[in-house]
């Protein structure tokens, strides 16, 4: 066995230590729920009664009680395209779980928000909560102790992170995620871009544009670029979570029903009466969430994990920061190159070999825990084979090669020597930028501010000419406190017309950027945040700023007793329309982005 590589190790031994305290807590948590807590065995008959009242056929066996119970746990609605294939897996998994005596109820639905849908809207004030709305909406339909397995339906932006976030709070529990798959590629990523571009000059139409986005996304299954929501799939297969190579097989096909299938016959077999017993809240270690940080540096996964994967850790009484993700970076290399950050997509990706390539590479180069408890019994190098029929029967093959080194390379011949995402400190806070979609040359931009409290006035400036220059353009009052931290996605366009007519550009923000950011550098989650008494609340118009991904510095170049003696101006008023208004505890009471950015994980502990 290949030896792991020592920063990983070293990284890894001090998250150990940073959690030793809340990780005891946590794992007692889970031993008493297990035994006393969420359990069939301390229902009475009219708890009984009430819960199985209309399982129609699978009634007898669930009144008995001799057989595990899958509680289904599903974000589906038939508005957005990777949660529509959802409809129907209800059924498929009950029919899988009474070929080998089991039974599964769907114990709950949660929302699922598109962040393609509310980009740019005020609906996207709503999208960072949603995550926790999620995991509070999965602990209420695991609360019923009627179950002794969940499988979790999800796949995109908010909804991985906060089903993970509910149901580890009921870690006894084995547990199974479940993806639907990806859309087929539409039309091209290059011209999509060029499309929107030209909008943004004013050069086409809204006709014109509407008809490339609805090319690009055109069918069921997740969009087909390498944002939050792919990355979410990569993470749960770095974690162990999914069945091996799960995450970008097409919706509606037998392989897809059939992985379905295999993955609620697996949990059967990883009860607590068995001897295979493997509860989430084990299988969520240490070591998984590191190897879910290393996954986002070797294939540029989306920035918006630096804020899911440590509110998913502390719900698993495990403790991250951006150090720890800036170090793994530095010695884990750059193996995809999928759009935004290549010319491929998804479905390319996975032809190309996919993420079985990606952990095999990583397994043999050390860079990834192999000895992490996952859900499939062949552990984590069974990860590193892709599921395939072989005479309509499921079976899993190795992936020697890559079969397109444009899209995916070994670790011997990486894209880049580091990875995809990059820790900026200074004056101004802390904050991170994904540096795997731009060109090294733009890593380092110090030019003049232009401050802004909205998005919508960054993009008046724009159409106004007023943005022809050399500009750090900077949005506050962005963050979880003052507005729910929307991504700032529609601000691409326009920043990368004035950096194609020759610019240095770069955008600094509180806020969030969409795991669809792309060419124009990004320092992104700046903590604190405005609202907070952060320092980017201190700048002004015309003040020079150095925003470097090569040295990690993110700085106001003002005077000592200049910026010493500024204040932070008035926040714009709380948002009260769409919604947004019933959010206020939230806002009221998140904590920072490093932390996770969870009103409801910040309470909790504060009881703990």
Not at 364 to 385: E, F, K, N, R
Request: a negative charge.
């Amino acid at each position: 066995m290949t030896e792991l590589n020592p920063v990983i190790a070293k990284v890894t031994d001090r998250i150990v230590k940073r959690s030793a305290a809340s990780r005891l807590k946590y794992l007692d948590l889970i031993e008493r729920g297990r035994d006393a807590g969420t359990n069939r065995a301390q229902l009475s008959c009219g708890n009984l009664a009430h819960a199985f009242a209309a399982s129609g056929e699978d009634k007898p066996v669930i009144r008995t009680g001799a057989a595990m119970n899958i509680g289904i746990v599903t974000s589906y609605n038939d508005m957005l395209s990777a949660h529509q294939p959802y409809g129907r897996y209800p059924e498929v998994i009950k029919i899988a779980a009474r070929e080998i005596g089991a039974t599964a109820q769907v114990a709950g639905g949660v929302p699922a928000m598109c962040d393609g849908v509310t980009q740019g809207q005020a609906g996207m004030d709503l999208s960072l909560f949603s995550r926790d709305t999620i995991a509070l909406g999965t602990a209420v339909a695991l609360s019923h102790a009627m179950f002794e397995g969940a499988m979790l339906l999800g796949i995109c932006d908010k909804i991985v992170p906060g089903l993970l976030i509910g149901a580890l709070r009921f870690g006894h529990l084995p547990t199974i995620l479940i993806p639907a798959g990806p859309m087929p590629s539409g039309l091209a990523n290059k011209e999509k871009v060029r499309i929107r571009q030209l909008y943004a000059e004013g050069k086409v139409g809204k006709d014109e544009l509407l008809e490339s986005e609805s090319a690009s996304y055109h069918g069921a299954g997740t969009c087909t670029f390498y944002g939050t929501a792919n990355s979410n799939q990569m993470m749960m297969e770095m974690m162990g979570l999914h069945m091996p190579a799960a995450s970008f097989v097409h919706p509606g096909t037998k392989l897809r029903t059939e992985l379905t299938r295999a993955a609620t016959h697996r949990i059967a077999e990883m009860g607590w009466d068995g001897g295979d017993y493997r509860p989430l809240g084990h299988c969520v270690d240490e070591k998984a969430i590191v190897n879910a940080i290393i996954g986002l540096m070797a294939t540029g996964g989306s920035t918006n994990h630096a804020i899911h994967l440590p509110a998913i850790a502390r719900a698993a009484g495990i403790h991250i920061d951006w150090t720890d993700f800036a170090e793994i970076s530095d010695v884990v290399p750059l193996l995809a190159r999928v759009y935004p950050n290549g010319s491929g997509d998804v479905n390319n990706f996975h032809a190309a070999g996919g993420i079985s390539f990606v952990i095999r590479e990583l397994l043999g180069a050390g860079l990834l825990h192999g000895d992490i408890l996952t859900v499939a019994p062949v552990g984590m190098a069974g990860y590193g084979q892709e599921p395939v029929l072989e005479d309509e029967k499921l079976v899993w093959r190795d992936v020697p090669v890559s079969r397109d080194e444009a899209i995916l390379r070994p670790a011997a011949n990486p894209f880049q020597a580091d990875g995809g995402m990059k820790l900026l400190e200074g004056n101004l806070g802390r904050c991170v930028m994904k540096v795997s979609a731009v060109d090294k040359e733009r890593w380092t931009i110090e030019a003049p501010a232009a401050v802004f409290h909205d998005q919508d006035d960054v993009l008046r400036a724009f159409k106004a000419g007023e943005l022809e220059r050399d500009v750090v353009v900077v949005v506050r009052f962005q963050g979880p406190k003052a507005n729910g931290m929307p991504e700032l996605h529609k601000l691409t366009p326009a920043l990368g017309v004035l950096q194609d007519r020759g610019f240095k550009v770069a955008l600094l923000t509180d806020g969030r950027m969409s795991g669809a950011s792309g060419k124009v550098p990004a320092a992104i989650h700046l903590s604190p945040e405005a609202l907070a008494g952060g320092a980017i609340g201190k700048l002004r118009d015309g003040d020079l700023v150095r925003v470097c991904a090569e040295t990690g510095d993110v700085t106001a170049l003002v005077d000592a007793a200049t910026w010493d003696a500024r204040d932070i101006p008035a926040a714009p008023p709380p948002p009260y329309d769409t919604g947004r208004e019933l959010f206020a505890l939230f806002r009221h009471h998140s904590d920072l982005a490093e932390q996770g950015a969870s009103p409801i994980l910040a309470a909790m502990e504060s009881e703990l």
